[in-house]
């Protein structure tokens, strides 16, 4: 290969102009010699002001560039040409519907010894994958109870819901962006914890969802092909992109990675070592009250408190929304209520109570009782009240999904029918965000504790076996003792 200075090769393409913005016609960007193959290997970055630079003194490993979606930039699909004038007002007025930039440069992508592991619930990419994705949600006793006729009744329960929740995604683009995000948030993280974290440096990302591809065991089996365990050893860390613990999350996620460490590596004894050569798991279960976390959440809220007239601003009510739980789940002790409410002090802390504020709780499913107050019943009591100015602030999500372009932005909005309420940008690729994360990540590797001292606490009404396996499994040998 030439010296990278004698290679006359140069880009062109890529630019946000307001056509490609109001069209979301986006061409990818090319070499002028090479075209979209890229067989020059050279570095090309996006700008923040949307141009694509070149820099031919850095050659590296081939990635090929790509564009935004268009259903990602103005939040439209072909199925969603039939919703109303009303209806994309108040996507207009949001405008909060962020496509996921390009990841700036290819993270290490060697067989290092830290596998950095993004776990989250997940969402269909495109409606075709709706029913899998219901089926698996509903399949899942931790997140929804249904007793002993789950089996029965959640693929019933998917199915019948599978047309509703179809319309949904099509709404708002015709499948969710959360993997987009997560993978982005998880390669750039990787990146800084490279330079912060060097003596655990390569850091190589990858994610792991609950419910839609890429599944655990997906990713497990990606573990092994890029030369983790399978007699290679090789250190990964379960890192959740749940901020709050929960069992029906975090503890969800957690189960699925034991099952399927035990089927692909064999079973391991609590307390005992692991066989040589497998993968040496660790895992970040929770991190409600990080400085990253509140600075984003707090910088993010001070952006759309500018929107309001400078006189009313301090009497802008801030209601912070997470995804409730069942009652069952709160009364057993599950940590989570009280761990979003600690993100919420938080943040107002930082915020030096600027503002009134209010915890409420959004996506109940079912008859049974679940955490209240509802989020929309919420929003239209302070309406009603003539408190119309609030700013909706997803307290509990990492990036945008189905709970924030659809179900804040398009149902309680759009309820509310006034331009006074508003929704706060959700985390998305917020580098304070991201440079929390690796951030935390460095500090748990630094420390090689297996997992928080919380962790080792099981709910005080917890009677489950897999719940008390998998907390032993993942304290090892350090804190096994600990977890009654």
């Known amino acids: 290969m030439p010296e990278a200075a004698d290679v006359p090769h140069t880009v062109i393409g890529y630019r946000t102009s307001a056509e490609t913005l109001e069209t979301g016609n986006f061409e990818a960007p090319k070499c002028t010699a090479c075209g979209p193959s890229w067989s020059c290997h050279l570095l090309c970055v996006i700008s923040s002001r949307g141009f694509v630079s070149h820099t031919p003194s850095v050659i590296m490993s081939f990635r090929s560039p790509f564009a935004i979606p268009r259903q990602l930039i103005n939040g439209t699909s072909l199925g969603a040409r039939s919703i109303t004038s009303a209806r994309m007002s108040c996507m207009s007025r949001r405008g909060l519907a962020t496509a996921v930039p390009p990841v700036t440069q290819n993270s290490v992508g060697s067989k290092g010894p830290t596998a950095m592991v993004f776990m989250n619930m997940g969402g269909p990419s495109t409606t075709d994958e709706v029913q899998d994705f219901l089926s698996r949600l509903f399949a899942d006793g931790d997140l929804i109870p249904l007793g002993r006729l789950q089996s029965y009744i959640g693929p019933l329960i998917a199915k019948r819901r599978t047309p509703k929740i179809q319309k949904q995604y099509a709404e708002i683009g015709g499948g969710s962006p959360i993997r987009k995000w997560s993978e982005y948030q998880c390669e750039e993280m990787c990146k800084i914890l490279d330079q912060i974290s060097p003596e655990t440096a390569p850091h190589k990302p990858y994610v792991a969802f609950r419910y839609a591809a890429p599944l655990t065991e997906t990713m497990y089996q990606q573990l092994f092909d890029d030369g983790f365990g399978q007699g290679k050893g090789g250190r990964a860390v379960a890192f959740t992109q ?235 040998q350090e804190y096994s003792s600990l977890v009654v």
């Open 242 to 476: 749940y901020p709050q613990y929960s069992c029906s999350t975090t503890g969800s996620s957690l189960n699925e990675l034991w099952k399927w460490r035990n089927r692909l590596e064999g079973k391991r004894a609590s307390g005992e070592a692991e066989p040589a050569g497998a993968i040496e798991w660790s895992v970040i279960d929770r991190w409600p009250t990080h400085s990253g976390i509140v600075e984003a959440f707090a910088q993010n809220i001070e952006a759309q408190l500018k929107t309001y007239p400078e006189d009313k601003r301090d009497k802008v009510v801030l209601l912070f929304s997470a995804h409730s739980l069942p009652m069952s789940v709160v009364n057993r002790g599950d940590p989570y209520p009280a761990e979003v409410a600690a993100t919420v002090h938080a943040v107002m802390q930082r915020l030096g109570f600027s503002n009134p504020y209010r915890l409420c709780w959004q996506s109940q499913v079912g008859p049974k009782a679940w955490l209240g107050a509802q989020t929309s019943d919420t929003v239209q009591e302070y309406v009603k009240r003539g408190q119309t100015d609030l700013i909706l602030v997803p307290i509990a999500f990492t990036s945008d999904h189905i709970e924030t372009l659809y179900e804040l932005d398009l149902e309680v909005m759009e309820e509310a029918n006034s331009p006074g309420v508003k929704r706060a940008e959700s985390l998305n690729g917020n580098p304070v965000f991201i440079q929390g994360l690796a951030e935390i990540a460095r500090d748990h590797l630094q420390k090689g504790e297996p997992c928080s001292r919380q962790m080792t606490l099981r709910c005080q009404g917890c009677t489950s076996e897999r719940c008390l396996g998998q907390k032993k499994f993942f304290a090892g």
